[in-house]
């Protein structure tokens, strides 16, 4: 498995600011993705992080909300754009070596709390 | 349209005993299967899977039973410590398709010393 790192571990945001979260992997991998676990749910995949081209997002997400970088293949960034009380979650990146590699691992997620 | 059903919410066992955690799928696309255990506070960890080629894969104190005609898949822990405290997420995917998981709600086990 990998060492995934996250940044921040937490932040407390004011409503209508933006926050970037970072994500870095201590290896290459081909898939990055980011996931959203709402208070008391299960985790949403959010979109998947391609390197040199447009995150591909899921049904209910869309880029001006959450735009996503991935400029090589270590590292990735979500940001959470014009934040609302609603958008309080914990941010979760996870890696998977190749396509054809069913297992993802996690990194320790970044827990966000919007006022 | 949950694909993915944990439908125990929590889950209750004395250390040493076996602990059962049970997940139910709807999509038959779905052709890999994952547990994951969280702490609070901390990300999801890889804890086993199994592929819909077999019905059975185990590793140390946990097995991963599937059944594919019932479209259920069970995590058996045994024996239980309280170690194992935590919440369990079962996730599917399709192989080879976009990597994306389908999570459940997960369950909280809680293992009584």
């Known amino acids: 498995s990998a060492v995934i790192s996250q940044k921040p571990s937490r932040d407390i945001c004011q409503r209508g600011t933006s926050l970037t979260i970072q994500c870095q992997v201590d290896s290459q991998v081909t898939m990055m993705f980011w996931y959203r676990q709402q208070p008391g749910q299960s985790l949403t995949l959010i979109a998947t992080a391609n390197q040199g081209s447009e995150a591909t997002y899921e049904s209910g997400f869309v880029i001006d909300k959450f735009p996503i970088s991935r400029p090589n293949l270590t590292f990735s960034t979500l940001t959470v754009s014009n934040m609302s009380p609603e958008d309080s979650s914990i941010y979760l990146c996870?890696?998977?070596?190749?396509?054809?590699?069913?297992?993802?691992?996690f990194g320790p997620g970044t827990r966000l709390t919007v006022l | 349209d949950q694909q993915v059903k944990q439908n125990s919410p929590s889950l209750s066992v004395q250390e040493g005993r076996i602990s059962i955690l049970n997940c139910d799928y709807t999509n038959s696309m779905f052709d890999y299967f994952l547990w994951y255990k969280k702490y609070p506070a901390e990300g999801p960890t890889f804890l086993i899977s199994?592929?819909?080629?077999?019905d059975k894969n185990e590793d140390g104190r946990f097995t991963v039973f599937l059944n594919k005609s019932a479209k259920h898949l069970s995590l058996h822990i045994v024996p239980s410590q309280p170690g194992d405290s935590a919440v369990y997420f079962c996730a599917a995917s399709v192989t080879g398709n976009t990597g994306k998981l389908i999570f459940g709600q997960g369950t909280t086990l809680q293992v009584k010393p």
């Open positions: 996870s890696v998977q070596r190749a396509l054809e590699y069913n297992e993802q691992f």
């Open positions: 199994i592929s819909s080629i077999k």
